[in-house]
């Protein structure tokens, strides 16, 4: 809701009211002055925005239909009157979060915050791998009660949970193995500047998936997708070989783009 129109004049004298394609305009006009203001009744936005209350009215009960908005009953402070409580909108979670936000600015300030007062990098490599730790405890669950070939896919339907988006799909020729693609990044932009965080989540998708793995994209160097290569499992005479490679495999590709 970034960058909103002014409503246009009514070419009757009317109250100023959306004409034609003004409509999500005027409707971002309404949630902005919620905010803004606070829970708001019918007539006090009308009043407001230069608007008839029926306008205002049907505006409103979009912005419900889209769980932007919520209505209940006005506080009254002291003796209640008669009639029943005026009804006011207020904005739900996810119609704050349609605004600008500044918890992307406020992570990177923690994490800059710990690098500087807990010991340099070693300190936010800490953070992140304890933080992922702690995420990883669904991801470990989902995994184990998968079919072995179906761990990946188990690993995106938990990553999907937690708004990453991810899906899983067999890697192009000549890979042989598997491609984790998370379509969403929550901490792209802490990222970009900690890229410890990436490195500490390809870690533990090794570890849970038992194997070394590759990340080959990430949305915070700029790519599309965060991208990430898992091999086919080894035959069973090499597995223990390849298990002692799988720590320092992923260690060294964690979070990085290939040129």
């Given at each position: 809701m970034?960058?909103?129109?002014e409503a246009?004049?009514a070419p009757?004298?009317a109250p100023?009211?959306?004409?034609g394609?003004?409509?999500?305009s005027t ?6 002055s ?6 708001s009744t ?8 230069g608007?008839t209350q029926?306008?205002v ?5 979009a ?6 908005v919520?209505?209940r ?5 002291g003796?209640r009157?008669?009639?029943?409580p ?10 704050r979060?349609a605004?600008?936000q500044?918890y992307?600015?406020?992570a990177?300030d923690?994490l800059r915050?710990i ?8 300190a936010?490599v800490?953070f992140?791998r ?19 070939e179906r761990r990946?896919?188990a690993l995106?339907?938990?990553l ?7 899906t899983?799909r067999?890697?192009?020729?000549p ?7 998370q379509?969403h990044c929550p901490?792209?932009?802490a990222?970009?500047?900690?890229p410890?965080l990436?490195e500490?989540?390809?870690e533990?998708f090794?570890?849970l998936?038992?194997?070394h793995?590759?990340?080959l994209?990430?949305?915070a160097?700029?790519d ?5 290569f898992?091999p086919k ?5 090499k597995a223990?070989?390849i ?7 992923s260690?060294?590709?964690?979070g990085r783009n290939?040129?």
């Amino acid at each position: 809701m970034k960058n909103v129109d002014e409503a246009r004049e009514a070419p009757t004298g009317a109250p100023q009211e959306e004409l034609g394609t003004g409509e999500r305009s005027t409707r971002n006009r309404v949630a902005r002055s919620i905010l803004d203001h606070g829970p708001s009744t019918v007539a006090e936005l009308a009043g407001r925005l230069g608007l008839t209350q029926a306008a205002v009215r049907r505006h409103l009960d979009a912005l419900v239909a889209d769980t932007v908005v919520q209505a209940r009953e006005q506080r009254v402070y002291g003796a209640r009157t008669r009639g029943r409580p005026a009804k006011v909108f207020a904005l739900t979670d996810c119609g704050r979060d349609a605004f600008d936000q500044s918890y992307d600015k406020l992570a990177v300030d923690a994490l800059r915050w710990i690098q500087e007062r807990f010991g340099g990098d070693e300190a936010v490599v800490a953070f992140a791998r304890a933080r992922i730790a702690e995420q990883a405890a669904a991801y470990r669950r989902a995994i184990e009660a998968a079919d072995p070939e179906r761990r990946t896919e188990a690993l995106a339907k938990a990553l999907s949970a937690d708004g990453y988006a991810a899906t899983a799909r067999s890697a192009p020729p000549p890979q042989r193995g598997e491609q984790l693609c998370q379509h969403h990044c929550p901490v792209a932009h802490a990222a970009e500047k900690f890229p410890q965080l990436c490195e500490a989540e390809t870690e533990i998708f090794s570890e849970l998936l038992g194997t070394h793995v590759q990340r080959l994209a990430t949305i915070a160097h700029g790519d599309g997708v965060c991208t990430t290569f898992i091999p086919k499992a080894p035959p069973a005479a090499k597995a223990s070989e390849i298990s002692k490679t799988t720590h320092n495999a992923s260690a060294s590709t964690a979070g990085r783009n290939p040129a």
